[in-house]
C-alpha cells in the first residue's frame, strides 16, 4: 500500500455518545459507513474543522490539521478539505457562478475568472451558471456543490450522503461521474453513506463506524465478505451467523456441528477441535434445491419456510432449522420455478467456501 | 423651531439608524450563543422592553445628569443629552434595540448553520461570512426590525419626556405635544395631531404586511 495522505485518530466525548474514530485513507474513493447515529456526519465535521475533538490527531499530507498534544487546531479555512454537507448548502442568493467562485476570493479577478469556467465546463454546468440553486434540478444542485468544493483544489474532500437528494435513476449516472472525478483530481474522497448497496457501488476503501467507532476497514470485498465481527457482518447484509463447533479443525475443509447439524467450512485456516466458531452465510450464497437429483456436493440441511417477503425483483425468505432462522434470497423468477409455499420442507445448500469465519466475535 | 412631526420624524428616523447599527451588531454576537454571559447581555438588551418608560427615562436623566461621571464627562466634550432633542434620541434608540436584536437574531438563526460551514471550509473570514451570507438572508428579518424600532421610536412618551422634557419646539415631539394640547383643551390640535401619527402608524403595518407575504410568497417557492 502506498504511504498513507490521511490519517486520524481522535476522541470526542458527548455526554449520551462518544465518538472515537480511527482510520487511515490513500488517494481513493472512500465510504464511510455505518447505520442512522453511528456517528458518520459528526466524523466528517470534525475532520473539516467544524467540531473540536478532545484528543487525537488528525494529518493530512503529513501537516498536522489537529493535534491535542501539540496544540493544534486548525481552522476549517486553512485545513484544505472540501467539504459537501448532506443537502449541499448551496447560497440560495448566489448564482450557480458566484457560489463556485465563493472560495476564491484570494485569487486575482482574472485567475478566478478562469478557474470558475474551468468548472463549469467540466461539470457540464455552463448553462445553468446564472441560475440560482432553487432553479436547478437535484444532480445539477450536486454538480455545483462539488464544483464550488473542489474550486480551491483541496488535498482532501468530504461528502455527506451526497445521492440522498437525487431522484433514485439518476444516482447511478451521478455515482460514476463522481467516481471519475476522483480520479481525475487524485484525492483522497471520503464519503458518507448508510445504504449498503451505495457503498457497494462507490467504495473502493469502506471504513465501518458503529457507535463512534471504526469497526473495521478494508477494501470493499474484503469487509463485505470477510467482516471481523458479527457486528460489520450484520451491517454488511451477513446476516446468517450460526454458533458452530469444531468437530475436525484442520483446512482446507473444517467439520463443525451447528447443534445435530454438520456443517463443512472451506477456510485456510485450522482450529482446535472442541473451539467454537461464529459463522456468517450472506442470504444469496444459500441456494434451494429444486430436486433431489440436483443436490451438488456442498452442506445440505433440511429447512421449513415460515416466511415470504417480496421485495420486487427478489425474495426474502425465512427458513426455519435449528431453532433459528436462516435469511435466503432468491430471484422472482427462481422464487416461481421452485414452486415455494409457506410450511412446505426443502433442502438447502451451501458451499463450504461461502461459509465465513467471523474472528472476533462480540 | 421644529414642528412636532418633524422632530418626530428626525428623532424616530436618527433612534432607529443608532438601533440598527448597534442592534445587528449585539445580533450578531449573541446567534447561537447560550453561554451565561451571552444570557446577560441578552437580558439586558431586553430589559426596556419590560422595564416602564418613565422608570428607564429617571435612569438615563440620573445617569447622564450633570451631577453623574458620565454626564459630566460628556458636558466636558460638549456633548449635552438633558433637556435637548440627542436625549431624545438617546431614550427612543434604547426603547427600541431590543426590537432591532430580537427580529434580527431570529432572522440570523433561521439561515441553514451549513451554510456558515461550509463558506468556513470555503476560506472566508467570518466577518466576511457575515457580511456575503448571513446579513443577504437575514434581511427581511432585520427590516422588518427596523420598521418596528421606528414605529417604537415615533411613538416614545414617558423617556423621552423624563429625559428630554417638554420644550415646544425644541424637545415636544409629537406624542408629547398631543398630550400639551389635551392639557391646554386644544382638542383641534389633538385630533390633527392624534391623525397624523395614526397615518403614519397606518403606513407602517401595511408595508410589514406586504414584506410579510413577500416572505412567505419566497418561502413557497423555495419549496421545489
Redesign the interface.
Known sequence: MTAAEFRASFSLHFPDFDLAPKFELGPEMAVLFGASGAGKSLTLRALAGLEKPDRGTIHLNGHALFDSEEEIDLPPQDRRIGYVPQHYALFPHQSVAKNIAFGLHDLPRASRAARVSELLTRMRLEPFADRRPGELSGGQQQRTALARALARRPDLLLMDEPFAAVEEDLRAHLREELLRIQKEFAIPVLLVTHSRAEAYAMAERLVVIREGQVVQTGSRDDVFRRPRTPGVARLMGMTNILQVTVADGSAPEVLTDWGNLKLTIGTPDSYATGSSLAVGIRPEEIRIAAAESQIQPANQLTARLVKDEPQGADHRLQFEINNQLLEVRVSHPEFMSLNLAGGQERTLTVQPSAIHVIPDPD | MLTPLLLSLRVAGLATLFAIVFGVAIAALLTRRHSAPANVADAVVNLPLVLPPTVLGYYLLVLLGARSPLGAWLESVGIELVFTWQGAVVAASIVALPLVVGSTRAALEAV?P??R?????????NT?IFL??ML??AWRGLLAGGMLAFARALGEFGATLMIAGNIPGRTQTLPIAIYDSVQAGDLASANRQALLLTLVAVALLVSMRYLGSALAGRKM??R?
Not at chain 2, 460551514?117 to 473570514?125: E, I, K, P, Y
Open positions: 441553514d451549513d451554510l460551514d461550509v463558506a468556513r471550509t470555503l476560506g472566508q473570514s466576511a456575503t451570507i443577504p438572508l417557492r423555495d421545489g
